[in-house]
């Protein structure tokens, strides 16, 4: 027993080739342990977060059993799936803060925790500490008019103010976006809107200034509009003053990661540090002579890394890229290798310890998975030997760097548009283009002079510096705007399942981490997951889960809305989820095959060698009882934001307000006769938050 348990055949390939990939071993360390993160976002209750530890522990033990190498890898991983999902098990319980129970209009004083100008949008987003009121959450989110705010006010202030909160709302459909988790993380018990202008009661003290937003200011002033916006971002990670038509030229360009502050941003201010100090330095023939100025110079880029990620707000894709750049420079210091993957592995490892909750967001998904593929495509011998630097002439060695930068592209590209899916449900086909002209552009011409600008600013001799920055910029926002209007820029698909999800990510890193023969069996997951998620028809009917908002896709293919005024964020939800772009959306009420009055509408929707009749109220008036009933029954699916008379009986789903009430939003697929709801039996924290009752607010002819 003290040797192991031996296996008669089989055992000495597998010890052969861990041997063989030992030096990649350690990269599946935070892939483990994301695993165990990610089981436990996926299994409902404590009893299976319970019974997964245990699983995985007993894996650990059988490995202990073993002999050899393998045995140690078996143990390892079963500690490691262990310890992610109770990483992420404790540190949902311990960030555990009381909901708001239900929407309220209040009148409160709070202190300022956090200011967002959303200058693009006209508003600005306060995060709030209500003051002595137990009746409220202790962190609230508030939207305020631009307008409606005191203009000094910044961190550390206390306000006064009067709102309509409500508890921070889930997806409106299957597959959308999932405020409420983030909420929870964050910290936050409500959301909503100020209703009146906002009061300042207690001016913040010195220590409460923020840098960060008065630089975002400072920049805005100098270059109005979105470039103005962009330049914020990069400088500070702050992306409010960018309209929403850029920022979306940007997202369907594949440039938007040049808004979040990350690897290309970090690796720029610590490199510029370096080249500044190290120049300045090499000025004195003592220092030269007395002092290892590359190490002096690798400390200034710590510090300025440090001091970046502090001032961008310390997002998870700069800690990420602080992390990595200091350890860059540590290495380069020792004398060793500096970029690969065991650094990736060791930044992933470290946000993933200290936020697990990360790896649900798209943030870290599309961050590490980015560096991760160029550092293992340039890890390549191929590569290597195809883009290493040589003696040759100027156009051979342009051609050279543009081609790898092209290649690197679109491997980069390939790697993050199953995360865009699967996330965004649409993602950018011709980014690895524009990148080859916006990189460059952004990190050579845009970052230098905007930070030339900022210290000629400090003498009053900044606007030539700003004059050539808007020029850039306009270059910028030309390329993505050009690229964004292409014919077919933009790839879009329905809500991905999330086992063609897992199909391509375990694919993806089975490829990308093994070096032997053996990654190509990586391309099977990869293939199957991709065909799984291009096979996967569109949803035939999306409701939200108020029960007001209806999307049907119609017998020639399009999808249409069943109201007129349909705000825009749930238009994009419900495009989005449809697999549709927003724009392409129609209205139910124009089609010729559809029914409608100025309270009803009556639709066949095709599926499953059937037509299915749909009817859905399109108001809040009340409609004659005996024509309603009628309509339910000769109806298959009816949906109402009202509660429906007992006598309203469909032949297949009834969709009222107390049904939406227990299900939230709902995905229909006639075809399979899948029905998806957005409650789906979890006992995950904040799907059954602790509630504070916020104070009743009399109606105005209540009021005495």
Known sequence: MGAGWRF?????????WLEAERGQLPLWLPVAFGTGI???????????????????????????????????????LGLLLAAGCGSIWWRADRVASPVLARPVAVAFEGTVLRVDRLSARGLVR????????????????????????PSDLVMGARVALRARLVPPPGPAVPGAYDFRRVAWFDGIGATGKALDPVILRHAAPDRGRDLRAALSAHIE???PGSAGGIASALATGDEGAISEADSEAMRRAGLAHLLSVSGLHVTAVTGAAMLVVLRLLALSPWLALHLRLPLVAAGAGALAAIGYTWLTGGQVPTIRSCVAALLVLVALSLGREALTLRLVAAGAMLVLLLWPEALAGPSFQLSFTAVAAIVALHESPHMHRWFEAREE??????ARGAGSLLVTGILVELALMPIGLFHF?????????ANIAAIPLTTFVVMPLEALALVADLVGAGAPFWWLVAKAMAVLLWIAHLVAAAPGSVAVLPVMPAGAFACMVLGGLWVGLWRTRVRIAGLAPLCIGALWALATPGPDVLVTGDGRHVALRMADGSVALLRDRTGDFTRRVLGENGGVEPGALGLVADRRDARCSLDLCVVEVPG??????????RSAYPLPWRDLVAVCAESDVVVSERRLPRACHPRWLRLDRPTLARTGGVAIRFATGQVRTVRRGGRHPWLDPPTVQPPFTPAKGDRR
């Open 38 to 76: 990610a089981a436990w976002f996926v299994l409902g209750d404590a009893r299976q977060w319970l019974g997964f530890g245990i699983t995985a522990l007993g894996l650990a033990g059988v490995g202990a059993l073993l002999a050899g190498r393998s045995g140690r890898v078996v143990t390892v």
């Open 393 to 398: 002439g100027l156009l051979r060695r342009v």
């Open 221 to 223: 002033s100098r270059l």
């Open 425 to 433: 449900h649409k993602g950018g086909v011709y980014g690895a283009l």
């Open 8 to 16: 008669p055949k089989g055992r000495g390939t597998i010890e052969r």
């Open 126 to 149: 306060l995060v709030l500490a209500p003051v002595a009121r137990a009746d409220l959450p202790p962190r609230v989110r508030v939207n305020v008019d631009a307008g409606a705010l």
């Open 608 to 617: 499953a060698g059937r037509r299915w009749r749909v009817a859905a109220t």
